[in-house]
């Protein structure tokens, strides 16, 4: 059965750009409801990934960071770039900084409220829906996505936050 959208995360181990192709082939495939061995993957001239074979016209988009890869795929839409997928590792960042240069005055002050420990997940937290919203209608961060708003959850709540699968512990 086709279907419009498909998105997909797993955890790659130690190697996931070796895993993001494999990921991001099956992931595409699923959209025309072909087999992966029909589906090509090539890269445009930016490095964004450009399916093609029984792919041809949809739209794709792979990220990956210590240990997990995520795949989107969508048909192409007259209003949208493509679709875009952002994952980020949680580490220490100054997020009040970043927060303030680059966020909107509500965003900034949600990230800011957070207590200090949360605010890194808070910052990631926006920061990924930004970079993902403005790559879907081709505005990257360079091209101003991070300073599209994207809205903040109100004030007082917390960042949805799935703590890292150390994979390293016995």
Known sequence: MECAVAV???YAGVDPRTHAGELLRSVTAEVPAVRPTDVVIGRTASGRPEPSGA??????????TRGVVAVA?????SELAGITADVEAVRPLDAVTLA????TPGEA??????????RPVGLLHRWTRKESAGQAVGRGPAGGGLRRPVGSP???????????VDTAAG
Do not use: D, I, K, N
């Open 109 to 118: 002050s949600w990230v800011l409220a957070l207590p200090s420990a949360l």
């Open 55 to 64: 792919a041809t016209g949809l739209c794709a988009s792979v990220s990956h």
């Open 8 to 10: 997909r995360w797993a």
């Open 100 to 103: 303030e240069r680059w966020f």
């Open 154 to 164: 109100p004030p007082g709540t917390f960042p949805l936050y799935f703590p890292a």
């Open 73 to 77: 795929v969508t048909r192409a839409h």
